[in-house]
C-alpha cells in the first residue's frame, strides 16, 4: 500500500513523463514535417557530382605534364586582373588555371559542377597543378558519400519519427 507522500510521489513522475511524452510527439510532428525537405535539399546537390563522376568515369584523357608546362610558360606571373587559362580536358571535364590580381592561383576542375583548389605555391609547377586535378577529381566521390550518409541518417530519423507520432502515452492508465 502506498503512503500519501509516495502516491504524490509518483504521480509527478507521471506528469513529468506524460510532458516528455507530449514533447516527444511535438518534435516528431515538427520533424515529419521538415525531414522531407531536407532530404530534397540534400539530394539535390548530388546530381551535379554524380553527373560529373559518370563522365570522368568514362573518360580516362588527362592533360600530359608537358602540355601544361607549357601553358605555364606562356602565362604571366603577375596579372592586372583575373586571368583563366583553360588547360584542357581532364577526363572528360574542362581543366583551368586561375591566376588573382592580388596573388593567389586557383586550379578549377569544370563540369556540371565547379571544383576549384589553391595549390600551396602561387605559381604551380605542371606536376603539382596535375595532383590538384586528381585531389579534385577524387573530391567528388567523397562529397557524395559524405552527402549519402547524411541523407542516410535523415532517412532513418524520418522513419523512427513516423514510428513515434499518434503513440499514446503508454502510463496514462496507471496515472488515472
Known amino acids: 500500500m502506498l503512503t500519501l507522500a509516495e502516491a504524490d510521489a509518483e504521480l509527478q513522475r507521471l506528469a513529468i ?38 563522365t570522368m568515369a568514362s573518360n580516362d584523357v588527362i592533360p600530359s605534364q608537358e602540355s601544361i608546362g607549357e601553358k605555364l610558360k606562356r602565362m604571366s606571373e603577375k596579372v592586372q586582373e583575373t586571368y583563366r587559362t583553360k588547360l584542357g580536358t581532364y577526363r572528360g571535364l574542362e581543366a583551368s588555371l586561375v591566376l588573382h590580381p592580388l596573388g593567389g592561383t586557383e586550379v578549377v576542375l569544370d563540369g556540371v559542377t565547379r571544383c576549384r583548389e589553391t595549390p600551396m605555391r602561387d605559381n604551380p609547377g605542371a606536376r603539382a597543378v596535375l595532383n590538384e586535378l586528381e585531389r579534385l577529381a577524387n573530391g567528388y566521390d567523397y562529397a557524395c558519400r559524405s552527402n549519402r550518409a547524411e541523407i542516410s541518417v535523415k532517412q532513418g530519423q524520418l522513419a523512427d519519427f513516423e514510428a513515434r507520432v499518434g503513440r499514446p502515452f503508454e502510463h496514462a492508465e496507471y496515472m488515472s
Open 17 to 54: 513523463l506524460r510532458k516528455n511524452h507530449l514533447d516527444e510527439q511535438y518534435v516528431a510532428k515538427r520533424s515529419l514535417r521538415d525531414l522531407p525537405d531536407d532530404i530534397l535539399r540534400l539530394e539535390k546537390p548530388l546530381e551535379g557530382p554524380t553527373a560529373d563522376m559518370a
